[in-house]
């Protein structure tokens, strides 16, 4: 049974910073991109980042591009998201993803397992 955890979301305030980690069992981890998507209250899921299996490569949303980073420990089956200068635009609940496509994939259909998502709220 796969299962994605997410966990270090929380309340900061703006120009804080927030790591997010997922960690994932069930599956070979390795073998899966990764990626984060958030959805706000009343909007729908978007996509935030993504890395491939590899770690070679990464891809972000334009909102996020330069204040946030992703990355990943194959060795403890663990997807980062690291989120510096954060604005209250980026409150909402953060979920990460696994994808077996080969490619770096920025739609939800691209990705197999969900994790249940972390709450993350910025104050002005």
């Known amino acids: 049974q796969v299962q994605l955890v997410e966990s270090g979301g929380g309340l900061v305030q703006a120009g804080g910073s927030l790591r997010l980690s997922c960690a994932a069992s069930?599956?070979?981890?390795?073998?899966?991109?990764m990626g984060w998507f958030r959805q706000a209250p009343g909007k729908e899921r978007e996509f935030v980042a993504a890395?491939?299996?590899?770690?070679?490569?990464?891809y972000y949303a334009d909102s996020v591009k330069g204040r946030f980073t992703i990355s990943r420990d194959n060795a403890k089956n663990t997807v980062y998201l690291q989120m510096n200068s954060l604005k209250p635009e980026d409150t909402a609940v953060y979920y990460c993803?696994?994808?077996?496509?080969?490619?770096?994939?920025?739609?939800?259909?691209?990705?197999?397992?969900w994790g249940q998502g972390t709450q993350v709220t910025i104050s002005s």
């Open positions: 993803a696994a994808s077996r496509a080969l490619r770096l994939i920025r739609t939800m259909d691209g990705y197999n397992y």
């Open positions: 069930g599956l070979i981890f390795s073998t899966y991109s």
């Open positions: 890395i491939a299996w590899t770690s070679g490569n990464t």
